[in-house]
Each structure stands twice: as structure tokens, then as C-alpha cells.
């Protein structure tokens, strides 16, 4: 740590040490070299001190999808540092290597759902993934999830997958009106538990890249679509009982899941759809379609 030096003259110190280190490489961002600016108030004057947070010592190899349907693997280094997740891997691929590569992700923490990849294998959210967890035989391979038109690079088009809720009839549908008062539901009651269990789907899409049937047959409504639409037949206030359920035990419906499970495996946020599609198998089968589910 450096402290006491004006911001302008800490930084150009920065930036000199990583042209030191690395000469000739071209480096623009002091911070790429593990450089952090701190500042506190030490009596009346702003003081600035420069940390030198994880040098990095060595690089790791990183295999990223570019192109489209038709495209390659491209292998870039990139400095290990600690603590790092896929997501900031894929982040420096692009400030430092590659500014045209295409990714998405919004909220960094796990929440949006939208920084779902393929990494070395396996549909992951890429943004609360450490690389030491899956970095396996020392090379990191990312693409785009699986069963989804590829776009560019490792973004894919969730039109599909998004549709799929439509297809399963897991669009809620409320049964009062606007001035009715609002619906009690008693949070201990059984069905209320079972619709709780399929809750806090972030739509990230890792569940229907996981799954198989879906690869076979782009019709069937998938693990995620059929999850919500379990919470629907189990929510009171849905007004559409017969209309979903009707769609969930059609022919694309929950008799086409092989129940082998890869949606509940891989689900970031520990969600069960294929307890879910169970759920609809068993209503299918002792008759609560005829009778709306009641
Ligand atoms: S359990 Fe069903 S929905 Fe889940 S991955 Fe297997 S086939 Fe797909
Ligand atoms: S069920 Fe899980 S894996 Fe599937 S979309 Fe929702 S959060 Fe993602
Ligand atoms: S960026 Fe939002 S879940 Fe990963």
C-alpha cells in the first residue's frame, strides 16, 4: 500500500508499475493489474492510498465460444486471481482481448437469471460460480446453453424457453376483480407448501439446457414452464385451473419427462422441477384434471 500521495499521482504510479511488469503490453487500466484506490479523511485534508489487491502470478487458459451455429473455441490467458467466478473471466476476456465478444448478465449477485452459460460441460450460472470449483483439468471451456438458438458468442435466444410457460398454461390468472378485497391464503396450508416448494424460478434457463427430452423434442414444455405451472394448479387464486392443467397433462405436457432428474440437478437455486412434474404426473393420475384440481 502507497498512501498519502494526491489521487492524479497515485494512479499515474499505477500505471506506470504495470507498464514495469509488462512491457510492451499495452495495458490502459491500472486496475487490470490488481490496483485499487482507497480514500479516507484524516483530519481536515482527503487522503488516498493504492492497495495492491491479488497480483496475479499466473495465468489460467479459457476456451470461449465465438461464432454463431457454426463457429469455434478461441483460447485466451488470463490472470488468475483469487476468488474469481466464471463471469469475471469472461469479463476480462472482453476489456482486455476481445471487445466485440457478446455475453449477457445484469445483476452480478444471482438473482436476474441471465448469465447462464455452459461451462466445462455443465449449464451453470456464471456469475456465483468460482472458477476453482470447476476448473477441472486446468482449462476453462465456455459456450452458450444448450436447446437455444445461438445468437452470437455465448448469447442464446430464450424466445423458446420463455414461450415454453405459454405452452404450459403457466400464466397466472387471477380470480377476483379489481375491487374485491384481496385473497387470503393461509401459508400453512398444503397446497400453499407445495406451490411455495416451486417458487423463486430466476428463469435463468439452466434447467432446460440440462434437460434431455427437451434436446428430442422441442415441443415438450420443459422442466421450468412445467415448475411454474405446478405453482399455478396449486395456487387458489389462479384463475385458471382447468385451462392450465389441461396443457400441462396434454401430449408435450409433464407425461413426456423421463424423470432422470438433470433439471433438479443443476437448478442454481435449488429449486425441483422434476418433484414438480411428479407432482402434475400424480394429479394426472387420480383424476384432478377432471375436476379442475379442486
Ligand atoms: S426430470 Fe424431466 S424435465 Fe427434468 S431434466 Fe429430466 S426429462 Fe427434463
Ligand atoms: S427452475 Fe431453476 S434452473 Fe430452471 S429456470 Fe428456474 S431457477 Fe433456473
Ligand atoms: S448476472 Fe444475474 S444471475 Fe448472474
Known amino acids: 500500500m502507497i498512501a498519502g500521495a494526491g ?28 490496483f485499487f484506490i482507497t480514500s479516507g479523511a484524516v483530519g481536515s485534508s482527503r487522503k488516498f492510498s493504492l492497495r495492491v489487491l491479488q ?6 487458459r479459457v476456451r470461449i465460444w465465438r461464432g454463431t451455429e457454426t463457429g469455434r473455441l ?40 441471465t448469465c447462464a452459460m455452459v461451462v466445462n460441460g ?39 424457453f420463455l414461450d415454453t410457460w405459454e405452452k404450459a398454461g403457466a400464466r397466472f390468472s ?22 411455495d416448494a416451486g417458487l423463486q424460478c430466476i428463469n435463468c434457463a439452466v434447467c432446460y439446457s440440462a434437460c434431455d427430452v427437451v434436446l428430442w423434442n422441442r415441443d415438450y414444455a420443459g ?14 387464486r389462479h384463475g385458471k385451473q382447468r385451462e392450465t392443467l389441461k396443457e400441462v397433462f396434454g401430449r408435450d405436457g409433464c407425461s413426456s419427462c423421463h424423470t432422470h432428474g438433470n433439471c433438479t440437478r443443476h ?21 384432478a384434471a377432471r375436476s379442475g384440481g379442486q
Not at 499505477?14 to 493489474?33: E, I, M, Q, V
Not at 490472470?79 to 469475471?88: C, E, G, H, N
Not at 450460472?125 to 446453453?145: A, D, F, I, S
Open 74 to 113: 478461441v483460447e485466451y490467458r488470463v490472470p488468475v486471481r483469487r476468488d474469481q467466478t466464471v463471469l469475471d473471466v469472461i469479463t476480462e476476456v472482453q476489456r482486455h482481448h476481445e471487445p466485440g465478444l457478446a455475453y449477457r448478465f445484469s445483476c452480478r449477485v444471482g438473482v436476474c437469471g
Open 223 to 236: 422442466p421450468a414452464a412445467l415448475n411454474r405451472a405446478w405453482t399455478l394448479v396449486n395456487d387458489e
Open 122 to 160: 455443465r449449464p451453470r450460472w456464471t456469475c456465483r460460480t468460482h472458477v476453482n470449483r470447476v476448473m477441472g483439468e486446468g482449462v476453462l471451456t465456455v459456450e452458450p446453453l444448450r436447446n437455444l438458438p445461438r445468437i452470437k458468442d455465448l448469447v442464446c435466444d430464450l424466445a423458446p
Open 55 to 60: 497480483p496475479s502470478m499466473t495465468d489460467m
Open 7 to 34: 489521487k492524479a499521482g497515485i494512479w499515474s504510479f499505477a500505471r506506470a508499475y504495470c507498464r514495469d511488469r509488462k512491457p510492451g503490453n499495452g495495458l490502459k487500466d491500472a486496475r487490470s493489474c490488481g
Open 267 to 287: 437448478c442454481p437455486v435449488g429449486l425441483a422441477p422434476s418433484e414438480s412434474i411428479a407432482g402434475l404426473k400424480r394429479m394426472a393420475l387420480t383424476g
Open 174 to 195: 387471477g380470480n377476483r376483480t379489481r375491487s374485491a378485497p384481496p385473497q387470503k391464503v393461509d401459508p400453512d396450508s398444503p397446497r400453499r407448501r407445495l406451490a
